[in-house]
């Protein structure tokens, strides 16, 4: 099983959402479909 790559562009998209705080992580997390932790880091 491989690991997913995702863009830079989705990496910025996903800590905008993330820092404007209008979301939790677990909302943000499946809108993305990433773990929690990852967005956390």
Do not use: C, F, P
């Not at 909302?27 to 932790?37: G, I, K, P, Q």
């Amino acid at each position: 099983m491989s690991r997913k790559k995702h863009s830079k562009e989705l990496k910025a998209r996903i800590a905008l959402d993330a820092i404007k705080g209008q979301k939790t992580m677990s909302e943000l997390a499946s809108e993305y479909r990433v773990h929690s932790n990852q967005i956390g880091r």
